[in-house]
C-alpha cells in the first residue's frame, strides 16, 4: 500500500464495486439513484486520502450519515456484506481507516477511526433498525474489518518508520564519507604547501648569514604558501578519513577530459567544454572532478536510455567556477534521490558554493558552482 503506487489501483478496485452496485439495482431508479449517488463522494476522498486528507473524514462521515437517511426515508435496500454499509461505502471506509492510521498523528488516526466507527454505528441503527432486529452478524463482521484496516495501517506505519530511519542513517552517512573524503584531501593540501613552506625556511636559514637580502627575498614565499594552505583548511573541513578516494593528479583539465573518455567508451555520446582560469587551487580541482564523476556514474546507474551526456566546467562572472553535466534519459527513481546526490551537496556546501540537481525538459541535469576564492 505505497502511498502513491496504491492510489490508482484502489480507485480501479471502488469504480468497480460501485458498477457492480448499479448492476444489482437493474439500474438506479429513484431513491435508489440518490443512495447510490450519496455513497460517490465516500469513495472519492478514499481515493484522494493517499495524497490529502483534510476532508477525508468529515466528507466520509457526511456521505453515510446522508445516504443512511436516504435509505431509510426511500426505504432502499442495497446489498451488504459483513457490514451494515454497502459493499463500496464498506471498501471505502476501510481505504480510509488503513491511511489514517498509517499517515496521521496518533491522536488524529483516532478521532478519524471513531468517527467512521460511531457513524458506521449509526448506519445499522437507521438502515437495520439494529437496536430492534437483532442483527449482530454485520456490526460483528463490521469490527473485524475494522480492526483488520487498523492492523494494516499500523504495519504500514511502523515499515515508514524503520524506512525514514534508514534513509536518515543511509544520508548521515554519505554526508560522513564525503567529509571524511575531504579530510584527506585536506591532508594532501595542507602537506604541499607546508612542504614548500619548510623547503624555502630551510633556504633562508642556509643564506641567512653570507646574504640576508636572499633570505629575505625568500619571505613572501612563505608567505604566499601559508595563506595558501589556510584558505585550503578554511575549505576543506571535516574528520580523519579511512579508506582511498578518486585518483586525482594535479591537471584538471587532464583528470576531467580522462573521466569523459571513460563514459565515452561505455556507449555515451559525451560533449566536452572547458573553460578554466590559469591557477585552479588543489582542493577546488580535486572536487571538480568529484563532481563530473560522480555526476557520470549517476548517468550509467540510473538514467534510463541517454544518447547524450554534456559537460561543461566553465568561469562565471562572480568569481566562481561553474559545473553542468546534463543527460538526455529519462530520470530514474534512484536518480531522484540517491546518495551520491547528498554527498556532492555536502562537499559544495562545504566550499561555500551552490549546488542543485533535478530533472529539466528532456533529461537531468547538476550544476554547481564553487567559489574559486572560497567566498560564499
Avoid at 566562481?320 to 562537499?347: F, I, K, S, T, W
Amino acid at each position: 500500500m505505497d502511498s502513491h503506487r496504491g492510489q490508482w489501483p484502489i480507485a480501479g478496485v471502488l469504480a468497480l464495486l460501485m458498477l457492480g452496485e448499479l448492476i444489482l439495482m437493474n439500474g438506479p431508479r429513484g431513491g435508489e439513484a440518490l443512495v447510490w449517488l450519496l455513497g460517490v463522494p465516500l469513495c472519492i476522498v478514499a481515493v484522494t486520502s493517499f495524497k490529502s486528507r483534510d476532508f477525508v473524514v468529515p466528507v466520509a462521515v457526511a456521505s453515510v450519515l446522508a445516504s443512511s437517511v436516504a435509505m431509510r426515508f426511500f426505504d432502499v435496500d442495497l446489498p451488504t456484506i459483513l457490514s451494515p454499509l454497502t459493499i463500496a461505502e464498506t471498501a471505502a471506509c476501510l481505504v480510509i481507516t488503513a491511511v489514517v492510521v498509517r499517515e496521521e498523528t496518533r491522536r488524529a488516526a483516532t478521532w478519524s477511526v471513531g468517527s467512521l466507527m460511531a457513524v458506521s454505528f449509526f448506519a445499522a441503527i437507521v438502515r437495520d433498525n439494529w437496536l430492534f432486529n437483532g442483527n449482530y452478524n454485520e456490526m460483528f463482521g463490521a469490527l473485524v474489518l475494522g480492526f483488520a484496516a487498523v492492523g494494516t495501517g499500523l504495519y504500514f506505519r511502523a515499515r515508514d518508520t524503520e524506512s525514514g530511519r534508514l534513509l536518515a542513517a543511509a544520508v548521515t552517512d554519505a554526508q560522513k564519507e564525503e567529509r571524511i573524503a575531504l579530510a584527506r584531501e585536506l591532508h594532501d593540501v595542507v602537506a604541499h604547501h607546508v612542504t614548500g613552506m619548510l623547503v624555502q625556511a630551510q633556504a633562508a636559514l642556509e643564506v641567512s648569514d653570507d646574504d640576508p637580502q636572499a633570505a629575505h627575498r625568500l619571505l613572501p614565499g612563505i608567505v604566499r604558501s601559508g595563506t595558501e594552505a589556510l584558505g585550503a583548511m578554511r575549505r576543506l573541513v571535516g574528520t580523519l578519513r579511512q579508506g582511498e578516494h578518486d585518483v586525482a593528479t594535479t591537471d584538471l583539465a587532464a583528470d576531467v577530459i580522462s573521466a569523459v573518455e571513460r563514459t565515452r567508451e561505455l556507449g555515451i555520446e559525451t560533449r566536452l567544454r572547458i573553460d578554466l582560469p590559469d591557477d585552479v587551487p588543489p582542493e577546488l580541482g580535486r572536487s571538480v572532478l568529484r563532481l563530473v564523476q560522480e555526476s557520470l556514474t549517476n548517468v550509467h546507474k540510473h538514467a534510463q536510455g541517454p544518447t547524450m551526456i554534456d559537460v561543461e566546467i566553465s568561469r562565471t562572472g562572480r568569481g566562481a567556477l561553474r559545473v553542468v553535466v546534463a543527460d538526455d534519459g529519462r530520470p530514474g527513481e534512484l536518480n531522484q534521490g540517491g546518495y551520491g546526490l547528498v554527498g556532492m551537496r555536502e562537499r559544495v556546501d562545504l566550499l561555500g558554493g551552490l549546488f542543485s540537481a533535478g530533472p529539466r525538459e528532456n533529461g537531468w541535469q547538476v550544476l554547481a558552482e564553487l567559489p574559486l576564492e572560497g567566498k560564499k
